[in-house]
């Protein structure tokens, strides 16, 4: 009996060991090295401006990582001035302190070097990486980020072919610093070009080159598709060809047959393609949203399917898209993609076994973007804040001195427009893990687009006119998708629910890169006492000073 109970007990040390040795085993660490600096030699529209890269690569080079992998990038910053690199849509679990803006980190200095270490704790999905400070985005430095499913989780389609990332974005026809300096003196421009992997549309005789995807007949293929812009949403589309969307932003989704796709700026999406048409090359093209431009302008992005036994050049019209202005088309497809529930993601349960069908909402938060001429500046605000970046990260200020001088939390109402615009530093507090409904209105004239850092939020309602609590009625509590950044309509309103059990202090911002620039944004603050850090990391060693 005693030699049973010693054979028990190593049978279960070794399934211990074995559980152990098999869950080490999945993850990886990851490791790169950027050279961040300008290029004017690459000139995607024939312009002579400065294009950011890395490792002399533009668009920048794809970070390819499992579920639960540790990523270490260690930034090496020649550009001629500050430098932050934020990961968009990776949540950055219990540790705010790598997510790379301005209210966690103190930038990278010229001539400097600094090491972000990231996990991609139980996610999935297609995301992109990009500067997030100075409006150094609009001069390039982005890149796409594939966060796989680990060999153990099955996935919810055949494993394509070959995957293709299509990072596809607007674009300014000169410097990124000299619309910078034009925005801080209250000229607004817009950009002139849409680029696809940071390439100019076919066709046209001032773009350098335009992108190829060579597909062989019959194979299926996932394209990764990410709105790396500044200002204009797109709608997507490939001549004779339909896009059967499966993901967004880390969630599968109820798989649906669509024409063509909305993109907006800071979204991500998975389609699955089939070359299924005879042997040819085929548009592939992204035209702006609530925009006149024709097939010929430069603002219309077109890119080449091209089938590996094609002698037939691309020929016809361009695919038609949906009347650009047409909100109704839009609010429909947003509402028609919806959460898959019964599948696994990052891990073998279903998704939909956390869900928002009976959650009790212990905060509500009523977020209204509008603009405002502040000290004779123009800004665009938040419940009438423009924000303003103070010479410490929040972050900082938080770990090492409560925040004091730094910024007094909910200085501002989290609910309802302050009288006067003004500008300052604007943190609101969370109910740590308590339910929390965010509704974002917009009074703006242009298509928004919302992002939360650290958090996949449900997107359970968006409409158009001004939100009411008699809109709670028509919210979708059944399978509404779970992603990071959500599409606020001109005169309309989005609301999110989302469950604070991520500690940090984490941005809340207009993607659109010049609401953000001029003060669209806040920080958002969960904060959970216990020091233990298995709830919260401590500051990493190689934390960067300043302020």
């Not at 669509?258 to 093209?285: K, P, R, W």
Request: proline letters at 6%; one cysteine or more.
């Amino acid at each position: 009996m005693a030699s049973s109970g010693l054979q028990m007990k190593f049978v279960t040390c070794s399934i211990v060991l074995l559980v152990l040795f098999v869950t080490i085993a999945t993850s990886a660490d990851i490791f790169l090295d950027w050279r961040v600096s300008l290029d004017f030699n690459i000139k995607p529209v024939s312009s002579d401006q400065p294009v950011i890269t890395i490792n002399g690569m533009f668009p920048g080079p794809l970070i390819n990582a499992t579920t639960n992998d540790h990523i270490h990038v260690n930034v090496f910053n020649d550009l001629d001035e500050p430098l932050l690199f934020t990961w968009n849509g990776i949540q950055q679990r219990l540790n705010s302190w790598q997510d790379g803006v301005s209210g966690t980190n103190c930038p990278i200095q010229p001539g400097t070097n600094w090491t972000y270490v990231f996990e991609t704790k139980d996610q999935i999905g297609t995301f992109f990486y990009f500067p997030s400070i100075n409006f150094l985005k609009a001069g390039g430095g982005f890149g796409p980020i594939r966060v796989n499913n680990r060999s153990v989780i099955s996935v919810p389609f055949p494993k394509p072919e070959a995957e293709f990332d299509l990072l596809i974005g607007d674009w300014y026809n000169s410097s990124y610093k000299d619309i910078r300096s034009r925005l801080d003196s209250m000229d607004i421009v817009s950009p002139s070009w849409m680029l696809i992997n940071g390439k100019g549309p076919y066709m046209n005789l001032f773009s350098k080159s335009y992108e190829t995807f060579k597909v062989t007949q019959g194979k299926t293929y996932l394209l990764r598709i990410s709105n790396v812009g500044t200002a204009w949403s797109f709608n997507f589309r490939i001549q004779n060809h339909q896009l059967l969307l499966v993901e967004t932003e880390g969630s599968y989704v109820n798989q649906i047959n669509l024409e063509s796709l909305d993109v907006h700026v800071g979204q991500s999406y998975s389609v699955l393609v089939t070359a299924n048409q005879n042997a040819a090359d085929y548009y592939i093209v992204a035209s702006p949203k609530m925009s006149n431009a024709t097939q010929n302008n430069s603002l219309v992005g077109i890119a080449m399917l091209h089938y590996d036994n094609s002698t037939t050049q691309a020929n016809g019209s361009l695919p038609s898209g949906p009347d650009p202005f047409d909100l109704e088309f839009s609010i429909s497809q947003a509402n028609s993609i919806r959460w898959n529930l019964t599948t696994g993601a990052a891990r073998p349960n279903p998704q939909g076994t956390f869900n928002v069908t009976n959650v009790t909402i212990s905060q509500t938060l009523i977020l209204q973007a509008s603009t405002a001429t502040i000290d004779r500046s123009p800004r665009y605000t938040v419940n009438n804040v423009s924000y303003l970046t103070p010479d410490t990260p929040l972050k900082l200020a938080d770990h090492f001195s409560n925040s004091s001088g730094v910024y007094q939390l909910d200085a501002y109402s989290k609910n309802a427009s302050n009288v006067i615009a003004v500008r300052d530093v604007f943190v609101a507090s969370a109910v740590h893990k308590g339910w929390a409904e965010i509704v974002l209105k917009n009074t703006l004239t242009t298509i928004d687009a919302w992002h939360l850092d650290g958090y996949s939020f449900f997107v359970v309602g968006l409409g158009e006119g001004e939100w009411k609590e008699e809109s709670r009625s028509s919210y979708n509590l059944f399978d509404p998708v779970a992603r990071s950044t959500v599409q606020v309509f001109p005169g309309g309103w989005s609301a999110v629910y989302v469950y604070p059990d991520n500690p940090g202090m984490w941005n809340l911002r207009s993607q659109n890169l010049q609401s953000w620039y001029l003060g669209q944004e806040l920080y958002v603050r969960v904060y959970d006492p216990d020091p233990n850090p298995a709830k919260e990391r401590p500051p990493p060693q190689n934390l960067l000073l300043c302020g």
